[in-house]
């Protein structure tokens, strides 16, 4: 599987960008799919998770409110809305495939392939 996140980019704080993450390869519409993002000089983290269905979510407390996850298995796509961004989103961000189906398992172990990851830069 081939994963290519997209969509990132310079925007002011306030602003919303959404994400995009294609699967080729093969289809991810049986795995959970999450994004995660590292800062500069620090290390990477989840960010949200989503199960196969689309049904299921689990975000990080930063994300919470904000940022919305979501999937078109017919697209083999998954999206990242991001909205009322801040500085401190700045960061690269990358989406992920799941070895399992469950929206719930967001540790970084728990996903199997990545994306190249794609920039945000927020300004203030």
């Known amino acids: 599987v081939q994963l290519q996140a997209s969509g990132g980019g310079l925007v002011q704080a306030g602003g919303s960008l959404r994400l995009s993450c294609a699967a080729s390869?093969?289809?991810?519409?049986?795995?959970?799919m999450g994004w995660f993002r590292q800062a500069p000089g620090k290390e990477r983290e989840f960010v949200a998770v989503?199960?196969?269905?689309?049904?299921?979510?689990y975000y990080a407390d930063s994300a919470k409110g904000r940022f919305t996850i979501s999937r078109d298995n017919a697209k083999n796509t998954v999206y990242l809305q991001m909205n009322s961004l801040k500085p401190e989103d700045t960061a690269v961000y990358y989406c992920?495939?799941?070895?399992?189906?469950?929206?719930?398992?967001?540790?970084?172990?728990?996903?199997?392939?990545w994306g190249q990851g794609t920039k945000v830069t927020v300004s203030s």
């Open positions: 992920a495939a799941s070895r399992y189906s469950g929206g719930y398992r967001h540790t970084e172990t728990d996903f199997i392939f």
């Open positions: 989503l199960n196969w269905s689309g049904g299921d979510t």
């Open positions: 390869g093969r289809s991810v519409s049986g795995a959970a």
